[in-house]
T-cell receptor
């Protein structure tokens, strides 16, 4: 089945530092999604990327989809304590199971004030 | 508007008992998913319903697990003869997949989850 590797598993930063998490797949992806889960909360959708080389920004967050559509990254500029949580990438299986998402293991972000 | 709701929020049961977890998706959403999240872990896909199609049960870990979706809306996940390793947070999500260039837009809306503890 579809597998996706997400790194790093943990990241500790000082408030104001940047943060990046990466997702890598051995197979070409049709698209990729990113979710954020606050401690004690449930995952919340951030974005879906579809096009090769796509770059999208949401305020301090920048999302990239690789040219080969095998990797993606989420970059946060000047982290704030509100950015604390786990960031997951999720990929959609091809074929008929277009709705089934396979999630990465997540990157747990801690921001020290 | 109302989001995805799940009940109960917490369930403590004894090993060997059966449990039922309920999910009320967002009205009009055609797709419904169940995931399992163990402490500090990622999300494990369990089952997926889309409209009237046969569900994708490929993630169910054993035949003790089953799910149904009645009337294309409410879903129930049933775990029979619970084991301690079934302890986890069970998350439900719903979506309305939309065909777009390059695939389908499929933003999933998650419920708050049911925390299951098997003693």
């Amino acid at each position: 089945g579809q597998q996706v590797m997400q790194i790093p598993q943990y990241q500790h930063v000082q408030e104001g530092e940047d943060f990046t998490t990466y997702c890598n797949s051995s197979t070409t992806l049709s698209n990729i999604q990113w979710y954020k889960q606050r401690p004690g909360g449930h995952p919340v959708f951030l974005i879906q990327l579809v096009k090769s080389g796509e770059v999208k920004k949401q305020k301090r967050l920048t999302f990239q989809f690789g040219e080969a559509k095998k990797n993606s990254s989420l970059h946060i500029t000047a982290t704030q304590t509100t950015d604390v949580g786990t960031y997951f990438c999720a990929v959609i299986a091809g074929g008929t199971s277009y709705g089934k998402l396979t999630f990465g293991q997540g990157t747990i972000l801690t921001v020290h004030p | 508007g109302a989001g995805v709701s799940q009940s109960p929020s917490n369930k403590v049961t004894e090993k060997g008992k059966d449990v039922e977890l309920r999910c009320d998706p967002i009205s009009g959403h055609t797709a419904l998913y169940w995931y399992r999240q163990s402490l500090g872990q990622g999300l494990e896909f369990l089952i997926y319903f889309q409209g009237n199609s046969a569900p994708d049960k490929s993630g169910l870990p054993s035949d003790r697990f089953s799910a149904e979706r009645t009337g294309g809306s409410v879903s129930t996940l049933t775990i029979q003869r619970t084991q301690q390793e079934d302890s986890a947070v069970y998350l439900c999500a719903s979506s309305f997949p939309i065909k777009i260039a390059g695939g389908r837009y499929n933003e999933q809306f998650f419920g708050p989850g049911t925390r299951l503890t098997v003693l």
